[in-house]
């Protein structure tokens, strides 16, 4: 069955900077494009950021643009997010998402499976 693990979350400080991962099993990864999202406490989830099966396109909010990257290993069957020049209100609960195609990366309407999230609070 479709499984998809994130890791490397945890605190951090104002400016600092994290690195998460999904470990994705079950399917063949190399088809499908991948996305992040995220949900703040109170608040309902939100797009992130979405890549390619291939990687050879990437997406972000605006919210994260120039700040955080997406990358995939399809070797590994990983998808990470490079979390750079954090900010408080990107404390959340960041999920990765296996999307239904292969070339469509935006948003949360494609997606079919979801891991179960890993927690990030930007805090001093």
């Known amino acids: 069955q479709v499984q998809l693990v994130e890791s490397g979350g945890g605190l951090a400080q104002p400016g600092g900077s994290l690195r998460l991962s999904c470990a994705a099993s079950?399917?063949?990864?190399?088809?499908?494009?991948m996305i992040w999202a995220r949900q703040a406490p109170g608040k309902g989830l939100e797009w992130v950021s979405g890549?390619?099966?291939?990687?050879?396109?990437?997406y972000y909010a605006d919210s994260v643009k120039g700040r955080f990257t997406i990358s995939r290993d399809n070797a590994k069957n990983t998808v990470y997010l490079q979390m750079n020049s954090l900010k408080p209100e990107d404390t959340a609960l960041y999920f990765c998402?296996?999307?239904?195609?292969?070339?469509?990366?935006?948003?949360?309407?494609?997606?079919?499976?979801w891991g179960q999230g890993t927690q990030v609070t930007v805090s001093s």
């Open positions: 998402g296996k999307d239904q195609y292969s070339d469509y990366a935006i948003g949360l309407d494609a997606i079919d499976y």
């Open positions: 079950g399917f063949t990864f190399s088809n499908y494009a």
């Open positions: 890549i390619y099966s291939d990687g050879s396109d990437t």
